[in-house]
């Protein structure tokens, strides 16, 4: 990248703050390909969507491919919740370990798990994977008081989460988010005022919601559900190489453009 403009500095991989976590819906080798040639140094993380990897056919080749440039890998949170559904858990895991998947993600978004359950699937599986534990719903209409929402995720960053992913669904229109995409601004605030903002990753496939989480926390904000087209607009918005965020980082100070 070229360096000769003043950005905001970004952290290098791996990286503790400034998460991109990616959502494949299926794309082909050849798409995953192009992706990782012009986007692979900002990608932190390729989520294969729900349960897109047990249908994939060339699955262990797709992996290869996004691990052989650095990328790590999780299933959709919805295949953890259909195998604890079935009893099929310890399946699933071997499953993960057949192919060499070093994290998981888990959710409770579209079935009921207790929390104490979840906690102790967390710590299972935080003995073999890195843990992404989802915290919200998938239905907009179910609306999770504040509280619980903290009690919740203190509860699975204490069970061994490495990561809280604040839920948005694909569309960004559950969880954190209102049906019509709008930010619960008073649920987040709440939370992270007793919750430390960088163990938490914020789901924001729009552009609208990206751009006001890095105005809110900075350019170093965990993001996450990020279409794969919209890889490097993110990083544009990140570094204030775009319009909807050059006055975030820079200012117009007596004729000359001065780093924030």
């Known amino acids: ?49 729900w349960g897109t990897s047990y249908v994939t056919q ?41 192919f060499n998947i070093t994290h998981v993600e888990i959710s409770t978004g ?23 534990s989802e915290v919200g719903s998938k239905n907009p209409e179910q609306v999770i008081p504040p509280y619980i929402w903290i009690e919740n995720i203190q509860a699975e960053l204490a069970a061994g989460a490495w990561k809280i992913v604040a839920e948005a669904r694909e569309s960004g229109t559950a969880g954190i988010y209102r049906n019509n995409g709008e930010v619960r601004f008073g649920l987040i605030d709440e939370i992270i005022s007793q919750v430390d903002f960088n163990d938490l990753i914020f789901e924001a496939p729009q552009k609208e919601q990206q751009v006001w989480s890095i105005k ?10 990020i279409g794969v087209d919209d890889v490097i607009p993110l990083e544009t918005l990140r570094l204030g190489l775009r319009s909807d965020t050059i006055e975030t980082f820079h200012k117009n100070d007596q004729n000359e453009w001065m780093f924030n």
């Open 58 to 98: 060339n699955l262990r080749e797709k992996i290869n491919l996004y691990q052989s440039f650095g990328i790590n890998l999780c299933f959709g949170g919805t295949f953890f919740e259909i195998a604890v559904l079935q009893n099929k858990f310890d399946k699933f895991r071997k499953y993960l370990q057949d």
């Open 216 to 225: 809110k926390f900075g350019h170093l904000v965990n993001l996450g559900n």
């Open 110 to 132: 579209s079935i009921q798990i207790p929390q104490d359950k979840k906690c102790r699937y967390i710590e299972e599986l935080a003995g073999d994977f890195i843990v992404l």
């Open 1 to 49: 990248m070229p360096s000769f403009l003043n950005l905001p500095q970004r952290t290098n991989k791996p990286r503790n703050t400034g998460i991109t976590h990616v959502i494949d819906r299926g794309i082909g080798l050849r798409q995953a390909q192009d992706l990782l040639e012009t986007s692979a140094n900002y990608i932190d993380f390729i989520k294969l969507g």
